[in-house]
């Protein structure tokens, strides 16, 4: 008797298993389905391209006799040696840029999250309301803005700011545009937007009791700023920078429609190497330079702002 | 007016809060109504009332995270009503404990004295954590500790600085309800430990009373009542206060006789006697009055013991609705002439099996725990909010 109870439960326990996992393996497996169509995107336009202009980087010849892989890395080093004043400006104009739109961007944010009431969301549609136009209309408008006997440039001339900017070497006499200035204006114009976002964000989700408490603990307005508001707006100031930095310093249009020769930017170089020259290997190899810069620089900043000690 | 002002700070030592005409109005809503209020040094005076009754906003101000919009606020005799929240020796215990997310409870606890310039903290911040009972837990984020913990973090970030007062914000409406019994006790504790003013906003009533030396009821923006614990219990002087603190009884009552030290009234029938200097209101001949009574000093008995029961007490007849036995006491609803659904509890001594619902009882109490309210008033203030902030 005892013995034919135990058999039945043996015989049955198999059959319940699979029915009670069955939803549960599916279950299991959305996750990835949800994943499926952006990995394939990655795959198909940002992996292999990437493999592919690697490849690029470690050929030589030339269009008429086609390009092989001869793994010629030396291709890295003179492209590096020929080209570094180019690497040098972009990242001097892309901090500067970056720097320019934390500066601007940071009142404005905070102003919109925790001053601008009802008028909150009309800014934050203002902030973003550039983007109706396109990219590069906007930075054409620049040309005029900047251009000689324009009424800012007249001002500045007015004012003898253009004199302190010329002796610093950001302006030439009387002239913006053309010069370092024109594209770093254009830069902090440009990519001010992806400042302004990620600060809005990250200080709008600051809890304003703890203004409070911080005021309560004897901390004026400015020490509060200093020792809560700014720290925990961290998160937003680290993914600012880096939205407006990694994209300006590869940027080439600001310094093509902006600047002159003498303010080429690395973009400017790996354009014209591949559409111009059509030196494919020194185009790739200048690429993956900028990259490696960018990567390690993104990676000791964030490790020193310290962003995943921050809630 | 100086000279007086001045005087009296000399009378009442040096470490009262005084609030003086002070008010708060936003737009043309009065949020606190032009009201005075003297918190004795040392004390531990709860604000108590339902959700905006202005307790919070008169907290606020004596912090100074709100200004007034009359009056004055003087710590001791030092008018503090124009200094900001920075510059007055008062912290707070926020509702929310407000603890800073990116730093760890040695440097929220150290906070207070690093804005104030002084550079050796440890010692004191390390007696402090000692005294909440969190000495292993300095390195913790706040995110890490439950909610208890956070709270007494909150309480020892504002008492490392040894404030002249401490506001506390409803500080244990976040926790469930054993921990803040426990917390309750806690917090009485180190008050008592360390001798500095408690100033405790909260809209539970038994919270105040357990607590505080001084309770201050709130209700629409105005201090309805102000006293110890056991004071305002016994002798409510508004309907809301006796609604509010605990359960009473109320009987809308006509006036037989006024003469003697007790006043004889008339509800649904029967004669009942209220101590004369237990009216808060004049009361005359043919006027209208509230009788009161708390349920626990009313005693239950069957009709057919009618007879048993002592002269001079205070009777009403009437029939059991409802019964729920709750342990130490149970609960009886009566309904009789005089008024509907009166709360009687019974402790549980010796059970009478007759007590059920449908029986026919007559309560009973002696006439000297009987209060008598001015009828002018809703019978009914205070009864819905208690529901409500449970």
Redesign the interface.
């Known amino acids: 008797m005892s013995t034919t109870t135990l058999t039945k439960k043996e015989g049955a326990a198999p059959v319940e298993e699979p029915v009670l996992r069955k939803p549960s393996a599916r279950k299991r497996l959305v996750p990835y389905w949800l994943l499926l169509p952006g990995i394939i995107w990655l795959l198909v336009f940002f992996a292999l391209p990437l493999v592919y202009q690697a490849s690029t980087s470690v050929q030589t010849g030339s269009l008429e006799q086609g390009f092989q892989v001869t793994w010629h890395f030396q291709t890295y080093w003179d492209a590096f040696t020929e080209y570094w004043p180019q690497f040098v400006r972009s990242l001097l104009y892309a901090g500067t840029a970056t720097l320019l739109c934390l500066l601007l961007g940071y009142p404005l944010a905070y102003l919109i999250a925790f001053k601008a009431g009802r008028w909150r969301n009309l800014l934050l549609v203002l902030v973003i309301a550039p983007f109706f136009t396109s990219f590069l209309i906007r930075t054409l408008a620049w040309k005029t803005i900047l251009a000689d006997d324009s009424l800012v440039v007249d001002v500045l001339n007015a004012l003898h700011v253009l004199d302190v900017t010329s002796w610093l070497g950001w302006t030439e006499g009387e002239r913006v545009l053309a010069t370092p200035m024109a594209v770093v204006c254009g830069l902090t114009y440009n990519f001010l937007p992806f400042m302004i976002l990620p600060l809005y964000t990250s200080l709008e989700r600051i ?1 304003g ?2 203004h ?9 307005p400015a ?1 509060t700023f200093r ?2 508001t700014f ?2 707006s961290m998160p937003g100031v680290v993914s600012g920078t880096l939205l407006t930095f990694i994209p300006a310093s590869g940027d080439y249009v600001n310094a093509e429609l902006l600047g002159s020769t003498d303010t080429k930017m690395v973009g400017n170089v790996i354009q014209s190497q591949f559409l111009r020259v059509l030196d494919y290997p020194t185009a790739a190899a200048l690429s993956f330079i900028l990259m490696a810069i960018v990567l390690v620089m993104v990676t000791v900043y964030i490790r020193r702002a310290g962003t995943e ?3 | 007016m100086t000279d007086k002002t001045a005087h009296t700070g000399k009378n009442t030592g040096g470490g009262d809060v005084r609030l003086t005409g002070i008010s708060k109005a936003y737009g043309s809503f009065n949020a606190v109504h032009p009201l005075d209020l003297t918190v004795p040094q040392g004390s531990f005076f709860a604000l108590l009332g339902a959700s905006g009754c202005g307790k919070t906003t008169t907290l606020r101000m004596i912090a100074g995270l709100e200004d007034p919009t009359t009056g004055t606020i003087h710590l001791g005799d030092t008018d503090v009503t124009d200094l900001p929240p920075y510059k007055r020796p008062v912290n707070t215990v926020f509702q929310s404990y407000a603890l800073f997310p990116h730093m760890d409870i040695s440097e929220n606890i150290a906070f207070g004295l690093r804005r104030r310039g002084i550079k050796s903290v440890k010692k004191q911040v390390d007696d402090m954590l000692e005294l909440v009972q969190l000495g292993d837990k300095a390195r913790h984020k706040p995110h890490q500790l439950s909610g208890g913990q956070q709270q007494r973090v909150a309480v020892a970030r504002a008492l490392i600085n040894h404030p002249q007062v401490l506001l506390l914000d409803e500080p244990l409406g976040a926790l469930d309800l054993k921990l803040r019994r426990q917390m309750q006790l806690e917090l009485k504790r180190i008050q008592t430990e360390v001798g500095i003013t408690f100033v405790h906003v909260t809209h539970d009533q038994e919270e105040a009373m357990t607590m505080a030396d001084q309770v201050a009821v709130m209700n629409g923006g105005r201090v309805e009542q102000l006293g110890a614990p056991a004071d305002l219990y016994e002798n409510p002087q508004t309907t809301f206060v006796a609604n509010f603190l605990g359960t009473s009884n109320l009987i809308e009552a006509e006036v037989l006789e006024t003469g003697g030290s007790d006043v004889l009234v008339t509800a649904g029938g029967g004669k009942l006697r209220v101590p004369g200097d237990r009216c808060t209101s004049a009361v005359r001949q043919g006027g209208k009055v509230l009788v009161g009574v708390r349920p626990e000093k009313i005693s239950l008995a069957h009709a057919d013991d009618a007879g048993s029961i002592a002269d001079g007490r205070n009777r009403v007849t009437g029939r059991i609705a409802d019964s729920s036995f709750i342990g130490v006491s149970t609960q009886y609803v009566v309904n009789s002439p005089a008024g509907a659904e009166l709360q009687v509890y019974e402790q549980n001594i010796e059970r009478d099996t007759r007590l059920v619902p449908g029986a026919e009882v007559v309560l009973h109490w002696n006439p000297a725990h009987t209060f008598g309210l001015d009828a002018a008033q809703d019978i009914d203030a205070g009864v819905e909010t208690v529901e409500d902030a449970g």
């Open positions: 809890d009791r703890l409070e408490a911080a005021q309560d603990l004897y901390a004026s020490t020792k809560v720290p925990l000690d921050l809630v």
